[in-house]
T-cell receptor
């Protein structure tokens, strides 16, 4: 079974600043993938960024990047140049080839202030 | 292209009443998921379909929950009778077969309140 832990229930960042959201996971599988999803008040889960566990290079998507530490089972999300529209719940998740279902953490609520 | 469509967006019912949620996945997506998201938690899988077959329903409380996916397209999730603890957001999601490792697409969910 997979577990995902997000230890920061809430984070706050000023507009244009950088913030890092933490995530740790546990799995016995060697073939797995990691995701960060954003959930705004509309409730729709939106994919932010994806990382294949077999790749050493950290994924980046515009202002979003990850720090993937496989040995430590850590997968943090860095948001640069934060914007008001980034305010939302952020969920870390993992999926394995055998389970074929997403396992989510409990989420981090990100506030962006002026 | 339309995304995953769910209805209704909100539902308030009294305990012991039945309730049903409907989901239309993205066209061509073979795999359909129902997740339940309790307040302050991440979503948890209830059931996964590959075409018409329920391939993982181990977390579905089968005494009161049922689901179907007719013709491998639309799906309905039913609760009968509802209990107070069923209050949650019910999310439907879909992906191409074997492509959940790439991306799973979510609908906007149904917020159920049982009073």
């Amino acid at each position: 079974a997979q577990t995902v832990t997000q230890s920061q229930p809430e984070m706050s960042v000023q507009e244009a600043e950088t913030v890092t959201l933490s995530c740790t996971y546990d799995t016995s599988e060697s073939d797995y993938y990691l995701f960060w999803y954003k959930q705004p008040p509309s409730r729709q889960m939106i994919l932010v960024i994806r990382q294949e566990a077999y790749k050493q290079q950290n994924a980046t998507e515009n202002r979003f990047s990850v720090n993937f530490q496989k040995a430590a089972k850590s997968f943090s999300l860095k948001i640069s140049d934060s914007q008001l529209g980034d305010a939302a719940m952020y969920f870390c998740a993992t999926i394995t080839g055998t389970a074929s279902k997403l396992t989510f953490g409990t989420g981090t609520r990100l506030q962006v202030t002026l | 292209e339309a995304g995953v469509v769910q209805s209704p967006r909100y539902k308030i019912i009294e305990k012991k009443q039945p309730v049903a949620f409907w989901c239309n996945p993205i066209s061509g997506h073979n795999t359909l998921y129902w997740y339940r998201q309790n307040l302050g938690q991440g979503p948890e899988l209830l059931i996964r379909y590959e075409n018409e077959e329920a391939v993982d329903d181990s977390q579905l409380p089968k005494d009161r929950f049922s689901a179907e996916r007719l013709k491998g397209v639309d799906s309905t999730l039913k609760i009968q009778p509802a209990e107070l603890g069923d209050s949650a957001v019910y999310l439907c999601a879909s992906s191409w077969a074997g492509q959940a490792l790439v991306q799973t697409f979510f609908g906007q969910g149904t917020r159920l309140t049982v009073v």
